[in-house]
């Protein structure tokens, strides 16, 4: 890790309500992947405990964060061995400006991400 590398909070992670080693995890895949549908997170868990935390939770919050639709998770396969990759997924409301932070739905962040 060099000395000038960082994490970007924005304030559209609040208001998905992510806080914590959740919003740090959300947060630096969300760096990788903010450019488009093809850009994947490659990095391990290992790379992302650096920045957050412990291992275990890491990969607690990656399970919290796709369950609850905020990363994608895809599977694949080098040489023979499994890895996974990961992309952020920004509810359709947050983008267009229309969640307030509430629990209006406006952000679709309580179902249909």
């Known amino acids: 890790m060099n000395n000038d ?14 806080s914590g080693v959740k ?51 895809e599977d694949y396969y080098k040489n023979g061995t499994k890895f996974c990759r990961y992309r952020a997924v920004v509810p359709e409301g947050i983008k267009s400006g229309k969640c307030k932070g509430c629990e209006c739905n406006a952000c679709g962040k309580f179902g249909g991400l």
């Open 23 to 73: 919003r740090d995890v959300y947060a630096l895949i969300y760096g990788f992947t903010k450019k488009g549908k093809n850009e994947w997170f490659n990095g391990s868990s290992g790379y992302i405990a650096e920045w957050t935390g412990s291992k275990r939770s890491v990969l607690d919050a990656l399970k919290e964060l796709t369950t609850d639709g905020f990363l994608i998770k």
């Open 5 to 18: 590398n960082y994490i970007k909070i924005y304030a559209f992670m609040r208001k998905m309500g992510l």
